[in-house]
Structure formats: C-alpha cells, structure tokens
C-alpha cells in the first residue's frame, strides 16, 4: 500500500542537480506531506513500511542522502539529517491525521490546562490562526535551518 501511495507522488525522483540542497530538501518533505495526506492514515502506512517492498520509500531516502552528500555534507551528517526530515514528515502527517480538528480544539475547555499549562493552553488558543500548512512549513524551515546551523559548526 505504502508503495502505491508514494509512486503517484515520485515516480520520477532524482537527486537534485542544480537546485540548492535546502530548497530540493524542503520540496520533498512537502511532496512527501501531500502523497501520504492523499490517503486516510497515510501517515501511519508509509511510516509503518520497509524499503521492500515499498522501494520508493528507499528511492526517497537514497535520493535525499545523495542530493545533500552532493552538496558537499559529509555522508554522516546527511544520513542524520535526511532521516530527520523524512521522519518529521511522518510523524507530522500523524498527528495531523489523528488529531482533533481546529474547530475541536477551540471548543475545548482550556480553564484547567491554564493552570497546568499555561504556555500550552496560550498556544491552543492561537492555533486557529495558522493552518496545518503553515506549521508543517515553519517545522521544516526550522529542520533545513539546524542542519545549516550543523555544518557551519564543523
């Protein structure tokens, strides 16, 4: 199943030639988001599977390793960093999947979390104002950000 959800999406995946790393990285976490979204828990399908038979799953991974280690990353640090960001795709849609909708969350009745957990009840709050698409895009700018902070530190 994880592999017809994902051939639709990147059937024909390559390594990034003259695009920037970060930008071809940030284009496939969003492509890989829409492929397993297309399905209900599809998150939870393609996270569950293996290289086989789910080979593009391995074609994703093969390609992003190469796209970032072609950029000049050390072969190391690109494994760390592409399975970051693939597994911050998953786990994304996973939630995303299975979690109350906004409408719920605002109709919940935040008094008692205010007294535990004022900062999270905040964040509750204002999270009407910004879409599971903002948020998915702020999370991977900040993964792309942190392995760009990595290499200047090495």
Do not use: G
């Given at each position: 199943m994880a592999e017809a959800m994902l051939q639709k999406e990147f059937s024909t995946l390559q390594a990034r030639a003259d695009e920037p790393w970060d930008t071809w990285l940030f284009n496939v976490m969003l492509r890989l988001r829409k492929a397993m979204l297309a399905y209900p828990d599809g998150g939870r399908v393609v996270a569950g599977a293996h290289p086989y038979p789910a080979v593009t799953l391995g074609k994703i991974f093969e390609c992003t390793l190469a796209s970032l280690h072609s950029a000049g990353i050390p072969l190391g640090t690109a494994g760390t960093a592409a399975s970051t960001a693939i597994r911050f795709a998953f786990g994304?849609?996973?939630?995303?999947?299975?979690?109350?909708?906004?409408?719920?969350?605002?109709?919940?009745?935040?008094?008692?979390?205010?007294?535990?957990?004022p900062h999270t009840a905040q964040l509750l709050k204002g999270i009407g104002n910004s879409s599971d698409d903002k948020r998915f895009i702020a999370g991977s700018k900040l993964i792309i950000a942190g392995i760009e902070a990595s290499l200047k530190t090495r």
């Open positions: 994304y849609v996973i939630e995303e999947q299975s979690s109350p909708s906004v409408e719920e969350l605002k109709s919940l009745d935040t008094s008692q979390l205010l007294k535990r957990a």
